[in-house]
């Protein structure tokens, strides 16, 4: 084992000897239990052995984060980094990267060969590989892990997760020998605390010494309308209780970004920091602002001053950089967060307050995740620093006490798989395999080995509906079967409509004083027959009849529920193999593949990574981007870009020829939907126009305040991420094939223009 200047716990000791033998590892443990130790081991074995690594993670803000602890630990001559718009010594020892650009190494289209991408790699970090449950993004972690070359070492470095174990199987299975070193050790134990709007002054213990639920604790009282608008804040005394019982630093989690702001306004005047911190922290932002001089004018300095700050995507990167900065040095004492501080971004802290354990979704309230909680909740503590971390959670009408201490108790959720097939999977794979070959790789994928636990819910219902029928098993006493006896209901049922008939044409005929005519007499008397046969059956005077008729109709129904549920197993076993089957026979339809390879149509969607690559394809190959000037292209692909957004946006008139092409990718857009739905294929064509206004302002130079006054309720982080998001797809109109030269001219002189402060930092 290499050395470290400290102890190591044993769970990092078992970890680093295993990856010292040759094998993969996974290995889950608590947020802040010091996984990193583990990745570094592998960086020290790399540069020892000549060989390579590269380390992976979900954020382009955590790669930046890692490349420049990196640099600062081995040397910047040792360290590379490759996010989607950064490429920095590429051919470096140590690269960092986002996991997205690895699983895009991995399928040799826009990084040049497998071969070469990976040559002299020995090992793969996958940090933070719990992103696998993100709903958008998961997919990525198990492309990565599948089609890794099995030489090469795999270390994933996991926050508790409840099947670890089962994740470590699916990764011997698909990739090479993995062991798991799984623990829940802190170094750092924590202590949960709960605030009671009824006693303000002090922080309650949420648990007893035996783990029961404080009994002091009250629930917060109901309140609704204007009641609830109006409510007091008791954001301050939280704050002031931490103060006072020595536990700040902290991370106040709350799940919206006005209420951040407001927060930290509410708090500023706690005198918080002492006039030395004070004007240590004016010499940094002044530092700062002299290399960020877009910051200059930023309305939340005078918070930071105060030893507040506020922490959510709505504001600048440059910003949140400085804020980490002054919070890695202790000089923040509290930084109101929204929960995305919690993935990753290294800003320990002795305290972490929540400030509800539910969260508004679109469908209404529900309870956080065990899993989101502990990532919130495993902020607290600094190693080396505090004995003991604490979360404070604070009380609201929408939980009790004792769903808090139930989450608090909670063990992590499982990790589920979010494998989803593609249009740029599909392309990607058959460019390098058969079809059978791609089915062998979609089959290995963690959503097919975990399939006895997605599918659990449904075969244990299945067994229920079986044992029912099975209960329902009627033993009739003449021995009949349920076919006898249905026969019997039938002829009885013939019989009665029969009877009601016949008395109807006799009544009729009598009114008429017509006597009956041979065919009713013959009618008449046939049903009489009827009756005598029914009569001659047992079950026409058995005392169990009905009970046995009722079990057949209930077993009926029971046999048509299983039917159903059988059909729906059968889908979800399979339905990561036919939605690859719908892409493909979508793309087989428009001729980006024939014979099942992709023809240069498909090439140049597989090398496009959108939420659509199809839609863009079409787009592109449509020709209605040709004669677009550099903020007229960067107006359509930002509409094309950004997601449906929750917020109002003022209107702001579009430029003719962005609103006119955007007129004609909607014709492209009904076609691709209607297909889609055809195929049972769930994947958005976005044409949102809320920033395409402001960005052809700013591609055409206008300055950033003029921008920002003209959505004064739009945070500016919302605005540079869009403005992002567009020269990542104007970046990929650059590189990938069969994109005309004057997209390509178009596109460059685009990216140069919108790659200005503040847009331009990271």
Not at 237 to 263: G, H, W
Not at 270 to 276: I, N, Q, R, Y
Not at 543 to 564: D, F
Request: proline share 4%; net charge neutral; charged share 25%.
């Amino acid at each position: 084992m290499l050395g470290f200047p400290f102890e190591l716990d044993d769970f990092q000791k078992e970890a680093c000897d295993l990856i010292s033998s040759g094998k993969s590892v996974v290995v889950c443990a608590p947020t802040g239990a010091g996984k990193t130790v583990i990745a570094q081991h592998a960086i020290h074995l790399a540069l020892e052995n000549g060989s390579r690594v590269f380390y992976t993670t979900p954020l382009k803000a955590l790669s930046n984060q890692k490349y420049y602890d990196f640099g600062e630990k081995y040397g910047t001559d040792k360290v590379g980094l490759l996010t989607g718009d950064t490429t920095i010594n590429r051919g470096a020892q140590i690269v960092v990267m986002t996991t997205e650009v690895f699983r895009n190494m991995l399928y040799g289209t826009n990084f040049g060969a497998v071969a070469d991408n990976l040559k002299d790699v020995r090992y793969v970090v996958l940090d933070e590989v719990h992103y696998m449950n993100d709903e958008q993004r998961g997919t990525v972690w198990e492309e990565s892990i599948i089609y890794c070359p099995t030489n090469i070492q795999l270390i994933a470095l996991s926050a508790t997760v409840a099947n670890a174990d089962e994740l470590t199987d699916w990764m011997n299975t698909v990739h090479s020998k993995t062991e798991l070193v799984n623990t829940d050790f802190r170094p750092v134990p924590l202590k949960f605390y709960y605030f009671d709007s009824s006693q303000p002054d002090k922080l309650l213990p949420l648990l007893t010494p035996s783990g029961k639920l404080n009994s002091k604790i009250r629930p917060e009282k109901r309140m609704w309308g204007k009641k609830l608008k109006n409510k007091k804040s008791y954001v301050p005394k939280v704050v002031k209780n931490l103060a006072d019982n020595d536990m700040l630093p902290a991370i106040y989690f709350t799940f919206s970004r006005k209420k951040c702001d407001e927060q930290m306004e509410k708090c500023s005047s706690l005198e918080l920091v002492t006039k030395g911190e004070k004007a240590q922290i004016r010499q940094i932002i002044d530092d700062y602002i002299a290399e960020n001089p877009h910051l200059w004018d930023n309305k939340h300095i005078p918070y930071l001053l105060q030893g507040v700050a506020s922490h959510h995507a709505g504001l600048l990167p440059a910003w949140k950089n400085l804020v980490e900065k002054l919070f890695q040095k202790g000089l923040i004492k509290v930084v109101f967060a929204t929960e995305t501080l919690a993935a990753g971004i290294n800003m320990p802290a002795r305290s972490t307050v929540i400030s509800s354990t539910s969260k508004r979704t679109d469908s209404g309230h529900r309870m956080l995740t065990a899993s989101e909680f502990l990532q919130m909740s495993g902020r607290a503590g600094r190693r080396g620093m505090d004995e003991v971390g604490y979360v404070t959670i604070i009380g609201t009408q929408f939980q009790s006490p004792e769903e808090v201490a139930e989450l608090v108790l909670s063990p992590a959720n499982p990790l589920e798989s979010k494998f989803a097939p593609s249009y740029s999977m599909v392309l990607n794979l058959l460019q390098r395999f058969s079809v059978d070959e791609a089915k062998e790789l979609i089959m290995k994928s963690f959503g097919y080995f975990s399939t006895g636990t997605r599918l659990h819910p449904l075969l244990k219902q299945k067994e229920i509906y079986e044992k029912e029928l099975e209960e329902r098993d009627f033993i009739c006493p003449y021995k009949y079967s349920d076919e006898t006896l249905s026969d019997y209901d039938k002829k009885r049922h013939i019989y009665v409509l029969n009877r009601q008939t016949y008395k109807k044409v006799c009544r009729q005929e009598k009114n008429k004083n017509r006597p009956l005519c041979e065919d009713i007499v013959k009618f008449g008397n046939e049903n009489k027959k009827l009756l005598h046969e029914i009569q001659a059956i047992p079950c026409d005077t058995c005392k169990l009849y009905k009970k046995h008729s009722k079990s057949i109709e209930v077993s009926a129904r029971l046999k048509t529920k299983l039917s159903g549920l059988d059909k729906e197993i059968e889908r979800q076993r399979d339905i990561f193999w036919n939605k690859f089957l719908a892409h493909r026979a979508i793309l087989t339809e428009y001729q980006y593949l024939v014979k099942d390879y992709p023809t240069e149509y498909g090439i140049t969607t597989s090398q496009i990574r959108s939420e659509n690559e199809f839609f863009l394809a079409q787009i592109i190959f449509s020709g209605i981007l040709e004669d677009l000037t550099p903020s007229e292209l960067a107006g359509v692909i930002c509409a094309i870009t950004t997601e449906d957004l929750r917020i109002e946006m003022p209107y702001l008139p579009l430029g003719e020829k962005v609103r006119k092409t955007l007129n004609q990718i909607r014709n492209i857009r009904r076609k691709i939907e209607k297909i889609q739905e055809r195929y049972q294929i769930e994947s958005p064509c976005y044409i949102n126009a809320y920033f395409s206004p402001l960005i052809e302002l700013w591609t055409d130079g206008a300055d950033w305040e003029k921008i920002t006054e003209q959505v004064p309720d739009i945070g500016e982080g919302d605005i540079v991420r869009s403005f992002k998001r567009t020269v990542d797809v104007l970046r990929q109109l650059t590189v990938i094939s069969n994109v005309s030269e004057s997209i390509v001219f178009t596109a460059r002189e685009a990216i140069d223009k919108i790659q200005r402060e503040p847009v331009n930092i990271d």
